[in-house]
């Protein structure tokens, strides 16, 4: 997520505090939004339970994961709801996970809907070899994105339907390194834009952003769709006049392990 430098007027709803205890019940696992994903997938493997250890790296809560279908090392997290409960239209429902569209970092909530929790069905399978898994995903997660750095993860997501890598593609490219103010795209990952420094602006990394799309359209023909999410002042989706591009984009089998 990427919130503008403006003043935001709108409220903000923080779920870093919605979280209580993972209950788990066989197979099953109920949490709430704001219980974080990595120390989800840590209980799981724990208890030999296997489905999500592929997402063990990804930094965020389990809400969020929800929200953008997140997705690593051939799993995603849509893949083992069961259900969804989720305040709308001033009440709580409980959706069930199929008849949510679980699309690649894109899912059918609607804007204004809070997440509340879900249910996970996971799948029982050997402790050391779940550890195992997430334990090689741990590694080339290490070995192929930056870590320590600020950054939002991935910022485009890879072309629909192509089999193409955007990161391996921007590197190709030559911006491993280019800089517009306090951001730079990442030496190590080129589909990671990276901040530096406390009065790093929104501003500087949506310029470079804007960037490699102008050069990627160019020498590739191709219009880059932003995995990213955009908070503008005036209202969600929008940062410095410009629209986010998060609605939809391709199949969930067309995501790349390096996401
Ligand atoms: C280093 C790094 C690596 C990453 N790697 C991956 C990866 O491999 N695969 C992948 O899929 N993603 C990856 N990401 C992106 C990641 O999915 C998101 O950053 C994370 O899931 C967002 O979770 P969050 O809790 O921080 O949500 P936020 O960033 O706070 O929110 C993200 C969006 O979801 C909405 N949202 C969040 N919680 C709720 C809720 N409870 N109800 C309604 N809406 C909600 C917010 O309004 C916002 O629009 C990576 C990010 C980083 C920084």
Redesign the pocket.
């Known amino acids: ?1 990427l919130a503008d430098d403006e003043e935001h007027r709108y409220v903000v ?1 923080s ?1 870093r505090e ?1 979280k209580g205890e993972a209950r788990f019940d066989g197979e099953r696992v109920a949490v709430s ?2 219980f974080s ?1 990595p120390r989800l997938c840590v209980e799981a493997a724990r208890r030999g339970l296997a489905g999500i250890e592929g ?1 063990g ?17 051939g799993q ?1 997290i849509g893949q083992v709801v069961e259900s969804v409960r ?1 305040a709308r239209e001033g009440r709580v429902v409980e959706v069930p996970g199929s008849e949510v569209s679980w699309d690649y ?1 894109h899912t059918s ?1 609607r804007e204004g ?4 929790g879900a249910t996970l069905r996971l799948r029982a399978d050997d402790p050391e070899q779940i550890k195992a898994r997430m334990e090689e995903a741990k590694q080339q ?1 290490f070995s192929t ?3 320590g ?1 600020r ?4 910022f485009f997501k890879n072309p629909p339907g192509s089999g193409l890598s955007t990161g391996r593609m921007i590197d190709e490219m030559g911006m491993k390194g280019e800089r517009r103010g306090s951001a730079v795209v990442s030496p190590v990952h080129a589909n ?1 834009i990276v901040t530096e420094g406390e009065g790093a602006r929104a501003g500087d990394a949506l310029a470079l952003a804007e960037e490699i799309r102008e050069r990627f359209r160019r020498e590739h023909g191709i219009e880059l769709e932003y ?3 955009f ?1 503008g002042a005036e209202g ?1 989706d929008e940062v410095g006049g410009m629209e986010s591009k998060t609605e939809g984009g391709g199949l969930s089998d067309e ?1 790349k392990d ?2």
């Open positions: 997520m709803l779920t919605v939004a704001g994903l997402l790296g990804i930094p965020g809560t389990v809400g969020g994961a929800l929200w953008m279908n997140a997705g690593a090392y995603e989720v970092r909530f809907e809070l997440l509340l997660r994105q930056p870590h750095a950054s939002a993860g991935c990671f995995e990213v999410e908070w969600k995501r390096e996401d």
